[in-house]
């Protein structure tokens, strides 16, 4: 039976920590200082599942506790766009989105950040052109979460690409799918 986006709703407070330790146990440990800026802003605004989601994942990466599977650091966490002097646009490259909508989760290496937007979505902010793309979206935190953590898995070699990639085309995510910039391209 095929993966549903519904089969993930709550992976982040209920599933996250258990796949963590089975694949990722030996990742270091988040550490962000106590003053990163807060999710709280973000959570009025965003759909029930996604509030829930983001709330979860804030507290274990608060805790010091979470493998840093994500490039969590304190630059990539809670990015503070206006005082970095970086814009946003949505992946139109015209309409302007405020910082009070988006919120940094990680980084993909290469200087682009993970974001969470007001509609539940997550995307990645590139940093070139200050643009949330369109085609690396995910329909929702909890979803891109489990990805992220197969993801990684299978890069360090704890996990078979086998096992997980049918799992990625069931639930249809540009964010795997694209075949320019997508999970499933780089996950070798």
Same mark, same amino acid.
């Given at each position: 039976?095929?993966?549903?986006?519904?089969?993930?709703?709550?992976? /982040?407070?209920?599933? @996250?920590?258990?796949?963590?330790?089975?694949?990722?146990?030996?990742?270091?440990?988040?550490?962000?200082? /106590?003053?990163?800026?807060?999710?709280?802003? @973000?959570?009025?605004? @965003?759909?029930?599942?996604?509030? /829930?989601?983001?709330?979860?994942?804030?507290?274990?990466?608060?805790?010091?506790?979470?493998?840093?599977?994500?490039?969590?650091?304190?630059?990539?966490?809670?990015?503070?766009?206006?005082?970095?002097?970086?814009?946003?646009?949505?992946?139109?490259?015209?309409?302007?989105?405020?910082?009070?909508?988006?919120?940094?989760?990680?980084?993909?290496?290469?200087?682009?950040?993970?974001?969470?937007?007001?509609?539940?979505?997550?995307?990645?902010?590139?940093?070139?052109?200050?643009?949330?793309?369109?085609?690396?979206?995910?329909?929702?935190?909890?979803?891109?979460?489990?990805?992220?953590?197969?993801?990684?898995?299978?890069?360090?070699?704890?996990?078979?690409?086998?096992?997980?990639?049918?799992?990625?085309?069931? @639930?249809?995510?540009?964010?795997?799918?694209?075949?320019?910039?997508?999970?499933?391209?780089?996950?070798?």
């Amino acid at each position: 039976m095929a993966l549903t986006l519904t089969d993930l709703r709550g992976y /982040a407070d209920r599933d @996250l920590d258990a796949d963590l330790a089975r694949w990722l146990p030996d990742e270091p440990r988040i550490e962000i200082p /106590a003053e990163t800026r807060s999710v709280d802003g @973000l959570l009025d605004r @965003l759909p029930p599942d996604g509030a /829930a989601a983001l709330t979860a994942l804030d507290r274990r990466v608060r805790s010091g506790a979470m493998p840093n599977f994500l490039d969590v650091h304190d630059w990539s966490y809670g990015f503070g766009f206006a005082e970095n002097d970086c814009g946003i646009v949505d992946s139109d490259y015209e309409t302007e989105v405020s910082e009070e909508d988006v919120y940094t989760i990680g980084a993909d290496g290469g200087g682009n950040l993970y974001t969470v937007l007001a509609n539940g979505q997550v995307a990645i902010w590139f940093h070139e052109e200050e643009v949330l793309e369109g085609g690396t979206r995910f329909d929702n935190l909890d979803v891109f979460l489990w990805s992220a953590v197969r993801y990684a898995a299978v890069r360090r070699g704890t996990l078979r690409r086998s096992e997980v990639e049918a799992d990625f085309i069931a @639930l249809g995510q540009d964010g795997a799918l694209d075949p320019e910039v997508g999970m499933l391209r780089y996950m070798k």
